[in-house]
């Protein structure tokens, strides 16, 4: 049986795995799931229909699965997904999808996100994220597996950002950042590769000099951005990771890509 606080506050309807804890003056509505040894420690606040996954730590004042911050939303059924393992820490925001954005905002397993972060409707959020403290997306992002995020740093809305990004604390993120990057900056440019996530990944050296070698001449080569990215198509069976970066560009997108500040030129 789950363990309620008795000050807590949960409606008929929610859905609570056995060994659930719901601390001190929580509430959880009535179109919420939660699941096995997942704790709410005290004044945690889960409304809309959001479903939480298995062994996550949620903290005081965190508000789940509350409307969208959208003008266009008129109360209708969305949903909010959070997958397991995940560590939600005091004062963080994440909220319902809308309909025209596809009516869920998802996060995946093992997410770390710190104090006052924000997710915002629609966002799609992979696994093994760290989000630092007031790291902050605006609505309808992508977010890859392995993503960290600085703190005080603001994600525009409808940016993807590729897997194994390092953002850099207090950033604006305008543009799309390709897989496997360092991005930074009052408003973010690419400063090169996450060598330090990569190797934390179990790339070895001749993988980081292939794709280095593909960095170097995607941003740096001759011609254009368009003629560079042409002629590098046949560097795809090279390395997992190159392809990866070379799906990313070829994806549809709303936001123009992110490049090295020495570069005038975005695509």
Not at 116 to 127: A, I, K, L, P, W
Not at 143 to 162: N, P
Request: glycine share 14%; proline share 3%; aromatic share 8%.
């Amino acid at each position: 049986m789950a363990k309620i606080d008795p000050s807590a506050r949960v409606e008929s309807g929610a859905v609570l795995a056995a060994d659930v804890t719901i601390g001190p003056f929580c509430t959880v509505g009535p179109h919420v799931v939660i699941g096995a040894g997942t704790t709410l420690i005290s004044h945690v606040h889960v409304a809309g229909a959001t479903t939480i996954g298995e062994s996550c730590t949620v903290y005081p004042f965190v508000s789940l699965g509350t409307a969208p911050q959208s003008t266009g939303y008129k109360g209708e059924p969305t949903k909010l997904v959070i997958g397991n393992n995940c560590t939600i820490r005091e004062g963080v925001t994440m909220n319902l999808g809308t309909v025209s954005g596809g009516g869920v905002t998802t996060v995946g397993d093992r997410g770390f996100f710190m104090n006052n972060s924000h997710v915002g409707h629609d966002c799609h959020v992979g696994n093994d994220v760290i989000f630092a403290t007031s790291a902050t997306l605006g609505g309808h992002c992508i977010v890859g597996d392995f993503v960290f995020i600085g703190g005080l740093s603001a994600v525009h809305q409808f940016a993807r950002i590729g897997s194994q990004v390092m953002i850099g604390g207090m950033s604006g993120v305008t543009y799309d950042i390709i897989p496997y990057a360092i991005a930074n900056g009052q408003r973010a440019h690419l400063e090169g590769l996450n060598v330090v996530g990569m190797k934390r990944r179990g790339f070895t050296h001749a993988r980081m000099k292939a794709v280095r070698g593909f960095y170097q001449k995607l941003f740096f080569g001759s011609g254009v951005f368009a003629e560079r990215l042409a002629a590098l198509q046949g560097e795809r069976e090279s390395d997992p990771a190159i392809a990866d970066i070379l799906d990313f560009i070829a994806a549809d997108r709303h936001r123009s890509l992110s490049i090295p500040m020495a570069h005038a030129e975005q695509s």
